[in-house]
């Protein structure tokens, strides 16, 4: 698979889940699949940053689940997912001294990512409320309320 290619996935990746891919380049740094020794990026593969990292998107995938957590589409969000993106997918082409067509691939992966999940699960949600609401129409329209109350265990 070609660098660039490579670059805009991880962008996607942090379109999807904004600390997921920068912990992923820095473990691929850490364990030497990744050479960003004497580049700006060299900090990725420093001993503590891949556990860091790990543990910040641990906590991004808890907070996503909360009802207060901003839309990614909202301008803070997307923005930071691009910038993310953009590093990440700079840190696979830096080992090949093509900095800025990783970073430029990797914000396109963002943008593709944020907008292609979002887009994504907005579709999987009203196909799933539809498919639940079909159910329990089908469910309860032919039969009693109390015939199907007590089919689901209440008495």
């Keep these: 698979m070609g660098l660039y290619a490579l670059a805009f996935l991880i962008g996607v990746i942090a379109g999807l889940r904004a600390l997921t891919a920068p912990a992923a380049v820095s473990w691929a740094a850490r364990l030497g699949w990744l050479h960003l020794e004497n580049t700006w990026l060299a900090f990725l593969g ?11 998107a641990l906590g991004e995938l808890v907070n ?3 009802p207060k957590t ?3 589409k909202a301008p803070p969000s997307f923005i930071v997912r691009i910038v993310i993106g953009a590093l990440s997918g700079a840190a696979i082409s830096a080992a090949r001294d093509v900095l800025v067509g990783g970073l430029v691939a ?3 992966g963002a943008v593709a990512g944020t907008l292609g999940g979002y887009e994504f699960r907005a579709r999987l949600v009203k196909a799933t ?3 639940i609401s079909q159910l329990l129409y089908s469910k309860t329209s032919s039969q009693s309320p109390v015939h199907f109350s007590s089919s689901l265990g209440a008495e």
């Design 129 to 131: 409320e539809e498919k």
């Design 64 to 66: 996503d689940k909360l």
């Design 46 to 56: 420093f001993a503590a940053t891949p556990y860091i990292l790990t543990v910040l």
């Design 106 to 108: 990797g914000a396109l």
């Design 70 to 72: 901003p839309s990614r």
